[in-house]
């Protein structure tokens, strides 16, 4: 017996996520081409700190293709005849992961093309897009007030209708910052909308990692039933090993039950390791209103959402056809450079995969109903 989901095409919704990547890689392509031909014009004379560049040279934190590349293929574990892949399963987190991270490096990105001008103290100048061929006017102030914390420096970029376009708040020694973006407003053209945020919030003065960050992204607009509409996601290094948890929020998803509203968080909770391109993931199902965070893959696992799911929509289906057809939807899932997703379940697939690093016990995603109505803005 095969079970339908009602939004089964994965192909094409990789497509999507991997086509917004590469709008924001050609947004960015543009940003630094017209940061790199501007004139500065200084209006503020303070004194310039000692350093010849007050810019972060970097505020993310890379994640291992083997859990964060919608593209790489499966190498074994894959059911034969009906039953659902495991890489089916797992390849959405890749892609949400993918997309997360995918905003830390638009940032990052933009941070390297603003550092290009040497800034040194507080100044002010303009340039004119060579993309949109709109001014945009770059401010740059020392002792700014943020969440009644005073950051060291404070950048913000304006499109020439003074609508915001990129707003930093950072502190250099040790780095840590705030990054918001909204990349309709860095280049016009794009059919991108201007409802579409990005947040980064990195430090490298955190008491449990050498560094961490949290990607926020809001405004994403709907291309079919299965889009996300936000998106947050912690990531903590220490040493090779990376902590990864997080949501995204999809308002009309339908699974396999067509009749089922509300919405679902796709929430997650990870280990990587950058040194061996590995990771062990859980995934949860929760409905968007949820209002707690805990029992989420007691409750909601993956495994348990179809499977509810299947006997709702299929009410004469037999317990053991069900298990057939869900036993790659057993939760861990292993992910291995050159292949990303390669088991799951309670089997451990090699000894890489210590006890240690598989055990997530420790990790929460973040409250559904939060996410659902996460919206990302500038302080202004």
């Not at 790489?72 to 949400?96: C, M, N, P, T, W």
């Not at 409802?195 to 291309?223: C, F, L, N, W």
């Amino acid at each position: 017996m095969r079970f339908y989901f009602y939004n089964s095409n994965l192909k094409s919704k990789t497509k999507q996520k991997m086509k917004k990547t590469a709008i924001l890689s050609a947004i960015v392509a543009v940003l630094i081409l017209s940061l790199t031909t501007c004139k500065k014009h200084e209006h503020e004379e303070i004194t310039p700190v000692t350093d010849d560049n007050v810019v972060p040279e970097n505020m993310t934190i890379d994640v291992p293709d083997a859990i964060s590349s919608p593209t790489l293929q499966a190498r074994y574990g894959e059911s034969q005849g009906d039953g659902i892949k495991g890489s089916e399963v797992y390849k959405h987190l890749r892609v949400f992961i993918n997309v997360g991270e995918g905003a830390a490096d638009f940032v990052k990105k933009i941070m390297s093309a603003i550092r290009k001008h040497n800034i040194n103290k507080a100044m002010s100048f303009t340039f004119t897009s060579n993309d949109d061929q709109r001014v945009k006017a770059v401010r740059v102030i020392q002792n700014a007030v943020l969440n009644s914390k005073t950051w060291e420096f404070k950048l913000t970029m304006k499109d020439a209708d003074s609508s915001m376009a990129l707003e930093i708040f950072w502190d250099r020694n040790p780095v840590k910052g705030i990054a918001t973006v909204c990349p309709k407003n860095l280049n016009r053209n794009e059919t991108m909308d201007t409802a579409v945020h990005y947040q980064v919030d990195y430090t490298e003065s955190d008491s449990v990692y050498e560094k961490r960050m949290i990607v926020s992204v809001s405004g994403i607009p709907k291309k079919d039933n299965f889009s996300m509409n936000t998106l947050k996601m912690f990531v903590g290094k220490k040493g090779d090993v990376l902590d990864i948890y997080g949501n995204s929020n999809h308002p009309d998803i339908i699974l396999i039950d067509t009749t089922y509203t509300g919405g679902r968080n796709w929430a997650f909770v990870a280990h990587a390791n950058n040194a061996i391109n590995m990771g062990v993931a859980k995934v949860a199902l929760p409905p968007s209103s949820t209002n707690t965070n805990s029992s989420l893959f007691s409750a909601y696992s993956i495994y348990k959402v179809l499977e509810s799911e299947i006997k709702t929509r299929y009410p004469g289906a037999d317990s053991a056809t069900i298990a057939t057809y869900l036993k790659e939807a057993k939760e861990p899932g292993y992910f291995k450079s050159p292949n990303g997703y390669i088991a799951s379940g309670d089997t451990i697939p090699d000894a890489s995969f210590t006890q240690t690093f598989v055990d997530l016990s420790k990790l929460k995603p973040y409250i559904p109903s939060e996410i659902a109505n996460l919206v990302v803005k500038f302080q202004k």
